[in-house]
């Protein structure tokens, strides 16, 4: 492969578990460009060294994930609002004048996702409420005040990670509130669209116990977790009747400016590529 290549990779502590190569390695044949998507495990210690090498490398940028989101958010010549306001970056890019700059497009994948499958949401979820306070829960959370969701409650087991995420300013005709977690069933009724920002539920972790009964039957319920791929809140919402919005796609969504930004063209979420990764997910976690 000619060194002229454009490369991107994936950073990340262990980095065994990213699917972002399948991604975006998908759409560059897809779309029939000569490029490259490495997966490059950086140890905290490497990361400023590794960071600031990039173009000796050959890369035209990087993807971030755990544990390095938000040390990055320090490293970078340029932040997109986004990015600035969660302090945590998943994208790497060169702009024009080959500035470092940094994205946080878990917003951009949420919605995208949320767009896609619960087209007009927002105009019916006067009340969400999102459970979790970690940094997927923030994103969510800058998400839905991004489309002036006018009440948003936030539960958590660690109540003072709600009361801090529910702290943020925000414009008067919008509320965050913080609820105990063992309160949020007394909320339910009232509630347009219940995100799981939490990592219960996913595959090794505690099961999401939550009663959804109470929901009213236009609540759209999005569960951010993908591994399971139907979750069982996605399965007890399913069963009750209610539109559901399940993890995968924004996952496959937030790709998406990543690949623009390096490449050159906006790619696509289709059903070939949801297959590909849902393959991939039941090889590694087959649920009866
Ligand atoms: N679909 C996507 O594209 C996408 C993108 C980002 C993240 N995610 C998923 O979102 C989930 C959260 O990610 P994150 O980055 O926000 O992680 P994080 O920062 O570590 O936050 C974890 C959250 O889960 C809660 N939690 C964990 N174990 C719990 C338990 N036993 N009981 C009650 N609450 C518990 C934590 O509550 P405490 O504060 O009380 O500890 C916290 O709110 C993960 O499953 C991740 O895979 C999906």
């Not at 019916?124 to 006018?150: D, I």
Request: aromatic letters at 4%; one cysteine or more; hydrophobic letters at 45%.
């Amino acid at each position: 492969m000619s060194a002229a290549l454009p490369k991107a990779c994936v950073i990340g502590h262990p980095i065994g578990h990213s699917r972002s190569p399948l991604i975006h390695g998908h759409w560059l044949r897809e779309n029939g460009l000569a490029g490259a998507y490495e997966k490059v495990d950086v140890p905290p210690a490497d990361l400023a060294a590794f960071v600031t090498g990039l173009t000796e490398r050959g890369y035209v940028g990087a993807n971030v994930t755990v544990p390095h989101k938000e040390a990055v958010a320090g490293q970078v010549a340029a932040l997109t609002d986004t990015a600035s306001v969660l302090g945590a970056v998943n994208t790497l890019w060169f702009d024009e004048t080959n500035r470092l700059c940094g994205d946080n497009t878990d917003v951009a994948g949420f919605l995208g996702n949320l767009d896609e499958v619960a087209p007009g949401w927002e105009a019916r979820t006067q009340v969400a409420m999102v459970l979790g306070a970690g940094g997927a829960a923030k994103a969510v959370v800058h998400a839905l005040l991004t489309r002036r969701v006018e009440r948003i409650i936030i539960a958590n087991r660690n109540f003072a990670r709600a009361q801090a995420l529910a702290a943020r300013e925000v414009s008067p005709e919008q509320r965050l509130e913080a609820v105990p977690w063992s309160e949020l069933d007394i909320h339910l009724g009232e509630v347009k669209l219940l995100v799981n920002a939490t990592s219960l539920g996913m595959h090794g972790q505690d099961p999401l116990v939550v009663d959804i009964s109470k929901l009213p039957m236009t609540a759209v319920v999005n569960d951010i977790v993908y591994v399971p791929l139907e979750t069982d809140l996605i399965a007890a919402a399913r069963a009750r009747g209610l539109l559901v919005v399940d993890g995968l796609g924004m996952l496959l969504h937030q790709a998406v400016p990543a690949f623009e930004r390096w490449f050159g063209i906006r790619p696509r979420v289709t059903p070939a590529l949801r297959t590909l990764i849902e393959g991939d997910v039941l090889r590694h976690h087959p649920r009866a």
